[in-house]
T-cell receptor, first 111, second 117 residues
């Protein structure tokens, strides 16, 4: 079945450093969403990417969707302690209504 | 801001018992989902629901699971005979649309922690 992997599994950074998580799907995706889950919390939607090669920015966050629509990345510039949490990508294949979540990257920011 | 609510926040049950987890999606949303997350692991899709029927379900969603929208506001997940491995956080989510080209995100509820002993 479809698998969505994320690397790294964990990342510890000093406050102010940059952070990137990579999302790789075993199959071509129709679209991809990114979510943030704070410790003890629920997933909160960040963004959705639909087009091949799409790049979107939200303040310090930059999201990319690969040309082949099989991978995606989230880059955070100058991390802050409020960025702590687990970042998940979630993708669907064309013709399905099932979001497959990635394995997640847990980010810890050291002040 | 509208939000998805779930009850109870924590449910403890004995193996073999039936449990019903309840969700109230955002009122103008049309699509509903259940996910589960075993502690420290990824979020796993269980089922999506639209127009009073299941749109799609995962391999996890076997005959022990069922969903219902009994009264136009609640959305429930029933596990008929719980197993130890059903212990997890169960999240309900809703969205305005399932269509991938629409920029409609899924809004997640706070979750119900199910503990099967």
């Amino acid at each position: 079945g479809q698998q969505v992997m994320q690397i790294p599994q964990y990342q510890h950074v000093q406050e102010g450093e940059d952070f990137t998580t990579y999302c790789n799907s075993s199959t071509t995706l129709s679209n991809i969403q990114w979510y943030k889950q704070r410790p003890g919390g629920h997933p909160v939607f960040l963004i959705q990417l639909v087009k091949s090669g799409e790049v979107k920015k939200q303040k310090r966050l930059t999201f990319q969707f690969g040309e082949a629509k099989k991978n995606s990345s989230l880059h955070i510039t100058a991390t802050q302690t409020t960025d702590v949490g687990t970042y998940f990508c979630a993708g669907t294949q064309s013709g399905t209504y099932k979001y497959i979540f990635g394995t997640g990257t847990r980010l810890k920011v050291l002040a | 801001e509208p939000e998805v609510t779930q009850t109870p926040s924590h449910q403890v049950t004995q193996m073999g018992q039936e449990v019903i987890l309840r969700c109230v999606p955002i009122s103008n949303h049309l699509y509903f989902y259940w996910y589960r997350q075993i502690l420290g692991q990824k979020v796993e899709f269980l089922v999506s629901f639209y127009n009073n029927e299941i749109s799609e379900k995962s391999e996890i969603f076997d005959d022990q699971f069922s969903v219902e929208r009994p009264d136009g506001s609640n959305f429930t997940l029933k596990i008929r005979s719980t197993k130890l491995e059903d212990s997890a956080m169960y999240f309900c989510a809703s969205s305005e649309s399932l269509a991938s080209v629409q920029l409609y995100e899924q809004y997640f509820g706070p979750g119900t922690r199910l503990t099967v002993t």
